[in-house]
């Protein structure tokens, strides 16, 4: 194992992959992975893709009607704890649109927050998505979805953090990445929402993930600008920015998928990033799989590169 490992750490230049399991989830796609530690384990709360079949979502489109959430205690064994919001059981969402895109959790205050955007059933809230929260007193659900989505706020890809101060942000996607403040109570926001400053202009971006360490505050996301997304990351010193493009932490696949969708975290003092590939699915790349590869900084706290690690 320490050839394997002392090989791989030098032919990707110091980012080596300590995994060598992926994709995570066998058994159903899990795709857009949002992982948090609680306690002592780690839980990935994905997106939950399925295949389009007549009358369930439409031909050549993501298609996905429910989340699950998974949870480890060494990132290798994964439980899956099955259904914890579905597209029927939530008040606002219009239920038949199969559109239950990336989600996110927090923990607050006892409580856990868990983000998703879907098409909304009121059409006086436009056309798209809007942004709505689950809550529940454990990681693992059952989740109580709030009866409307969070006012002021239309897209998709929701992210939150927690700065050291206690201020809670929501981050989400409309072709450009927004942001605002969250109330204490993390269903309302506290602040007009704005365009987050000084990312590319040109090109989608989407999939907001925003994590500190030691002091700058990285907003990292997927960029396409020739059809593949790749996924770039920009600092600050304020969690709304402005931010300034750093580099590139994984190159745009190389064999067809044209999502990335990340988030990154600390483990037991390792930094760890999860993405998805379409692995189980390579003619259709819509049906995307969970992977998971160390992540090393710099001494400047510029991020290395991280080369996907196989099969
Ligand atoms: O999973 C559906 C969409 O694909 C997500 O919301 C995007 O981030 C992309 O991964």
Redesign the pocket.
């Known amino acids: 194992l320490s050839f394997f490992l002392i090989l791989s750490f030098l032919l990707t230049g110091g980012s080596c992959a300590l995994f060598a399991q992926n994709p995570l989830i066998s058994g159903q796609y899990t ?2 992975p949002s992982v948090r530690v609680f306690g002592d384990k780690v839980y990935l709360y994905p ?1 939950h ?1 399925i295949p389009v079949r007549p009358g369930k979502g439409r031909p050549g489109w ?1 298609c ?1 009607e429910d989340y699950h959430v998974f949870s480890s205690a060494n990132l290798t064994d994964w439980t899956d704890h099955g259904v914890i919001v579905s597209q029927n059981k939530v008040p606002w969402v219009k239920s038949d649109t199969y ?1 239950m ?2 989600p996110d959790c927090i923990f607050r205050n006892g409580k856990y927050y868990f983000y998703f ?1 879907a098409p909304p059933a009121d059409t006086t809230l436009g056309r798209g998505f809007a942004i709505g929260v689950a809550v529940s007193d454990n990681p693992a659900g059952p989740f109580v979805p709030e009866p409307s989505p969070i006012k002021n706020v239309k897209g ?2 929701p992210n939150v953090f927690i700065d050291k101060d206690g201020q809670a942000y929501l981050y989400w ?1 409309q072709g450009h990445i927004y942001g605002a403040k969250l109330k204490e109570n993390m269903l309302d926001l506290a602040s007009e929402p704005v365009i987050l400053q000084k990312l590319p202009e040109k090109g989608l971006k ?2 907001p993930y925003l994590f500190e360490r030691n002091g700058i505050y990285y907003m990292t996301y ?1 960029h396409v600008e020739n059809k593949i ?1 790749r996924l770039e990351y920009a600092t600050g010193d304020n969690p709304l920015g402005p931010f300034k493009m750093a580099g590139v932490i994984m190159d745009e696949s190389p064999d067809g998928c044209w ?3 990340h988030s990154v975290i600390n483990f037991k003092g390792q930094w760890y990033l999860f993405y ?1 590939h379409n692995d189980y699915s390579p003619s259709f790349d ?1 049906n ?1 799989s969970v992977r998971l590869d160390s992540l090393f900084f710099n001494a400047d706290g510029t991020i290395r590169k991280v080369v996907p690690s196989l099969r």
Request: charged letters at 30%.
């Open positions: 795709a857009d997106s893709d993501f996905m559109s895109w990336a955007p998709i890809d996607s989407e999939g997927p997304e999502t990335n969708h998805h819509k995307r």
